[in-house]
């Protein structure tokens, strides 16, 4: 977290980083229907080894 | 289509949040740095500055101008969409998951089933053990060099099944072996069998539990019956806290449904919580029509309550008796890369659907949809251009999605559901994405405010 007077950043984006690295697909299936609890695929962690 | 640079503003309390839609960067800022914002990239300094000055003093909005055109420069605001990545289907695709519908019947009648309380517009029937093994065989077969498989047991009602859930275990066990494969097992059951014989297998083979509950008793039972009329809650609750306590919360899931019924259902996921339950999930209902189904009418207090559960979570984790919402566990450092996100769920050739019979379908959602019959366990898949529109239903070939703010966190929403509504594959469910994007705003404020006070201590 870094705070300027006026704007704390949270989180700084790392979205663009992990084009660098590619998909490995490691991570779990991830439904995104309600009955298999999902709808959103950020709530999954990187299954990627050395995260 | 590769969307614009663009960034999400939104409040919930006191609490204003910038998101950069393309980086995933999230910043809290003042009041002035909100206004600013208003106008951003839209007017000139000066013009800015004029229109603001009736509210703050000119050198505290050149202060928020500066500090917003550093984060410009560093890439944290309005930073550029990123390209498709060429290989984000490199070659064959490899199928990661199937979803077993073990059994089509159910010893319960929700009134809210979307698999026709059990028989998914079919027969009622079991999956036998030979459906099961060579399930277990395609999995292998076509999982490339993929190490973890995973089998999710469903229905209808696993565990009335569960000579053959036993027997897919061992199976899967010992051929993955033999092909240096593991296998993650998930059973969903509505907990009406779950005994003690069943909880100790369960355990004992390490397999995941999603238990279906869906709050107060009133609520649950208004929805979740047996098949005479009578509710369920006062029968399954014992059997379900059973199984919690004797599983790492991790490893099990309280999952629920919400309907127009309870539009309050905060307090369902509260009265969960109270019930001893800490990994929790209540999901909006999906339905087309019936007196439970959502409209648009409810926007309102949906997202009211949906603020008032941000509320009561943050309140308990102030309290230490914490709970887990899974739609607020958003990771901010080690979520999904972007390939990921731009995919999607992988249903349709990553994942698959076996029915009792054998036949293949995109996802369990899809199962007794004959348009969606893509092949069988014993036969492969037959229609390869169906998978691969499947494939190509990720978040730059939807439309609606570049315009969108949330399309990185919510990879186009749930495509059985998009088709259920509208009827295609790339045209996102509108009432779903709505209620998407609120829990999402809720999910980073929630996780912003943690961090906050993580930091402070």
Redesign the interface.
């Known amino acids: ?1 870094t705070t ?13 980083d ?2 660098a ?26 299954a ?1 080894e050395g ?1 | 289509m590769i969307p614009e640079p663009a960034i999400h503003r939104f409040s919930l309390g006191n609490t204003k ?1 910038v998101v ?1 839609v ?9 009041d ?2 909100w206004a600013v914002l208003e106008y951003y990239r839209e007017k000139e300094r000066e013009e800015i500055i004029n229109r603001l000055q009736g509210s703050f003093p000119r050198g ?1 909005v050149e ?2 101008l500066a ?2 055109d ?2 410009c420069r560093e ?2 605001l309005y ?1 550029p969409a ?2 498709l ?1 060429e ?2 289907w490199p070659g064959e695709s ?1 199928v ?2 199937l979803c077993l519908h073990v059994a089509h019947d159910c010893n319960l009648r929700c009134r809210y089933c ?1 698999g026709d309380t059990g028989g998914y517009g079919g027969d009622r029937a079991l999956m036998s053990a030979e459906v099961g093994r060579r399930a277990v065989d395609f999995l292998l077969e076509n999982s490339g060099p ?1 190490p ?1 498989c ?1 089998i ?1 047991f469903f229905g209808g009602e696993p565990l009335l099944n569960m000579a053959v859930v036993q027997e897919v275990v061992r199976y899967a066990r010992e051929e993955g072996a033999k092909r240096g494969k593991e296998f ?1 097992f998930t059973l ?1 059951t509505n907990g009406v069998l779950l005994d003690e014989e069943a909880r100790s297998f369960l355990n004992e083979n390490n397999i995941s539990v ?1 238990l279906s509950i869906d709050g107060r008793p009133e609520i649950h039972d208004r929805m979740r019956t047996f098949p005479g009329g009578r509710g369920s809650y006062h029968h399954i609750l014992p059997r379900l806290q059973a199984m919690a306590v004797s599983r790492p919360p991790e490893d099990c ?1 309280i ?1 629920g ?1 919400f309907t127009r019924y309870n539009l309050d259902f905060s307090r369902d996921v509260l009265h969960l919580a109270d019930l001893g339950f800490s990994n929790l ?1 209540l ?4 339905a087309k029509e019936g007196g439970y189904a959502l409209t648009w009418e409810d926007l309102p207090a949906i997202f009211a309550e949906y603020e008032a559960l941000a509320q009561a979570y943050l309140e308990r984790h102030r309290e230490g008796r914490p709970f887990s919402y ?16 731009i ?5 349709g050739h ?2 698959f659907a076996v029915a009792p019979t054998g036949e293949l379908y995109p ?3 899809f199962v007794g949809r004959d348009e969606f019959l893509l092949g069988t366990v014993y036969q492969g898949v037959l229609k390869p251009g169906l998978c691969r529109q499947f494939q190509e239903a990720h978040v730059y070939n939807k439309g609606e999605c570049a315009s969108c703010w949330a399309r ?4 186009g ?5 998009n088709h259920l509504f509208t009827g295609d594959l790339l045209t996102p469910y509108p009432l ?1 994405c709505e209620l ?1 994007k609120k ?2 705003e809720c ?1 980073l404020a929630v ?2 405010e943690l ?2 006070a993580g ?1 402070e201590q």
């Open positions: 977290m300027k007077k006026r704007i704390k950043t949270i989180t700084r984006g790392t979205l663009q992990t084009l690295s590619g998909g490995c697909g490691a991570c779990q299936n991830s439904c995104q229907s309600a009955c298999k609890t999902s709808l959103t695929v950020s709530n999954q962690p990187c990627r995260q | 949040l950069d393309n980086s995933g960067a999230l910043h809290q800022v003042d002035v740095t505290a202060e928020a500090e917003l550093e984060l890439g944290l930073s990123p390209p990545p290989d984000l490899q990661k998951a979307f993929r973890l995973e999710d993650k969903t999603v899931v999952r449904t999930s999901e909006p209902v999906v899974y739609h607020f566990e958003v990771y901010f450092n080690q979520g999904p890369c972007l390939y990921k996100r995919s999607g769920c992988g249903a990553e994942y996802c369990h959602q990185f966190y919510c990879s929403g749930c495509h059985a559901n779903g998407s829990r999402i999910a996780q912003a961090a906050a930091e």
